[in-house]
């Protein structure tokens, strides 16, 4: 068995959890949110925790992700999840124009990107971009969408970045003499 499948989850004091056969919904102070697993996986609700039981060993692979989707909704709900995003180079600066994230990467138009429902974007600066919502998989997908316009490169160290991204540069080379 599935060592994360068989943690307890506790549910929040202000978090409702309802199981209704193959989805679970959970409601709490940031919003809603739910998902379905799949049907040989039980989730019991007891009082304030959360188990889930894999009734085939065959589909143990499906009982951790059940539970670590579950947990992520139970964070998502009650603090909600967030990623930073910085632009180094010269010229290259993140816009909010509306519901949409522009950015100019270096090419010869800025990319628009239209920000997702249930996602919300700050920009402090002109090269960072915070962006936060209630849904791990939505904060995340959005991070990447906008990192995959211009991934940083190894030699200047020029391009999009998360906040806490270590970027390996490499030595260019020299003239010889």
Same mark, same amino acid.
Do not use: W
């Given at each position: 068995?599935?060592? *994360?499948?068989?943690?307890?989850?506790?549910?929040?004091?202000?978090?409702?959890? !309802? /199981?209704?056969? +193959? %989805?679970?919904?959970? &409601?709490?102070? @940031?919003?809603?949110?739910?998902?379905? /697993?799949?049907? $040989?996986? &039980?989730?019991?609700?007891? #009082?304030?925790?959360?188990? %889930?039981?894999?009734? !085939?060993?065959?589909?143990?692979?499906?009982?951790?992700?059940?539970?670590? $989707?579950i947990n992520n909704m139970l964070i998502?709900? +009650?603090? #909600?999840?967030?990623?930073?995003?910085?632009?180094v180079g010269v010229g290259y600066r993140?816009?909010?124009?509306?519901?949409?994230?522009?950015?100019?990467?270096?090419?010869? &138009?800025?990319?628009?990107?239209?920000?997702?429902?249930?996602?919300?974007?700050? $920009?402090?600066?002109? $090269?960072?971009? *915070?962006?936060?919502?209630?849904?791990?998989?939505?904060?995340? @997908?959005?991070?990447?969408?906008?990192?995959?316009?211009?991934?940083?490169?190894?030699?200047k160290g020029k391009g999009i970045r998360?906040?806490?991204?270590?970027?390996?540069?490499?030595?260019?080379?020299?003239?010889?003499?």
């Open positions: 068995m599935s060592r *994360i499948g068989k943690k307890v989850l506790t549910i929040p004091e202000n978090v409702e959890v !309802n /199981v209704d056969g +193959t %989805t679970v919904h959970v &409601k709490g102070p @940031q919003g809603e949110l739910s998902t379905t /697993v799949d049907k $040989n996986i &039980k989730v019991v609700v007891d #009082g304030n925790t959360l188990k %889930t039981e894999c009734e !085939n060993s065959k589909y143990k692979n499906f009982h951790g992700t059940a539970n670590a $989707n998502g709900v +009650t603090e #909600g999840f967030s990623k930073a995003l910085e632009i993140f816009t909010l124009k509306g519901d949409k994230l522009v950015v100019a990467a270096g090419y010869s &138009k800025p990319h628009e990107l239209a920000i997702p429902d249930g996602i919300k974007v700050e $920009n402090p600066s002109n $090269n960072q971009v *915070i962006i936060k919502g209630i849904d791990k998989y939505l904060v995340g @997908q959005f991070a990447a969408d906008i990192r995959a316009i211009k991934k940083p490169e190894p030699y998360y906040v806490d991204e270590y970027v390996i540069r490499k030595v260019g080379k020299r003239a010889s003499k």
